[in-house]
Antibody, heavy 125, light 108 residues
Framework: QVQLQESGPGLVKPSGTLSLTCAVSGGSISSSNWWSWVRQPPGKGLEWIGE???????NYNPSLKSRVTISVDKSKNQFSLKLSSVTAADTAVYYC??????????????????WGKGTTVTVSS | DIQMTQSPSSLSASVGDRVTITCRAS??????LNWYQQKPGKAPKLLIYAASSLQSGVPSRFSGSGSGTDFTLTISSLQPEDFATYYCQQSYSTPGFTFGPGTKVDIK
């Protein structure tokens, strides 16, 4: 079955750029799925960051859009997140997730059915 | 923007109890509602998608209902492994997802 694994630096300096990669195993990133990033600040809830399709199409959370770039590398079967101009508020556990879709009467519902274990990123000097 | 609220924010229950968690959307989202369970230090796990469809491998004591703006997640008989935080998530306003603030279920 599909598994996801996040990787990247655990410590980023303020005003720097956070860079993470999500490796996809047990399946192809070129499948009919979107691939998402979600984060969770310490002791808080979940926030969707953005998503990418294997074609390179992206969607971003409007609140982060100006600082986020998500890219895909089909040759390595992975996708990546870059978040620029980070502050302490960007300290969080970052998860990657697969987005699947189900067709129900009059609707196409998207949901996140496979998640990575998460990686902690701390923004500090 | 669609806002999601959950109630209660936390609850204490005993093994064997029937537990109901409510999620409300600020506007109608039809059945574009998913539920996740998260245990401390772990990634969220999908329980219910499209408001009432049980994800494969999830015990049948979990069920979801609702449409429009009001949704519920029910655990028919709480088990020790069910103590966790539960999040609802809307996917109506795609692209994009919004999570509810979470409901923490702990041991009474």
């Amino acid at each position: 079955q599909v598994q996801l694994q996040e990787s990247g630096p655990g410590l980023v300096k303020p005003s720097g750029t956070l860079s993470l990669t999500c490796a996809v195993s047990g399946g192809s990133i070129s499948s009919s799925n979107w691939w998402s990033w979600v984060r969770q600040p310490p002791g808080k809830g979940l926030e969707w960051i953005g998503e990418i399709y294997h074609s390179g199409s992206t969607n971003y959370n409007p609140s982060l859009k100006s600082r986020v770039t998500i890219s895909v590398d089909k040759s390595k079967n992975q996708f990546s997140l870059k978040l620029s101009s980070v502050t302490a508020a960007d300290t969080a556990v970052y998860y990657c997730a697969r987005v699947d879709i189900v067709v129900v009467p009059a609707a196409m519902v998207y949901y996140m059915d496979v998640w990575g274990k998460g990686t902690t990123v701390t923004v500090s000097s | 923007d669609i806002q999601m609220t959950q109630s209660p924010s936390s609850l204490s229950a005993s093994v064997g109890d029937r537990v109901t968690i409510t999620c409300r959307a600020s506007q109608s989202i039809s059945s574009y509602l998913n539920w996740y369970q998260q245990k401390p230090g772990k990634a969220p796990k999908l329980l219910i998608y499209a408001a009432s469809s049980l994800q494969s491998g999830v015990p049948s004591r979990f069920s979801g209902s609702g449409s429009g703006t009001d949704f519920t997640l029910t655990i028919s008989s709480l088990q020790p492994e069910d103590f966790a935080t539960y999040y609802c998530q809307q996917s109506y306003s795609t692209p994009g997802f919004t999570f509810g603030p979470g409901t923490k279920v702990d041991i009474k």
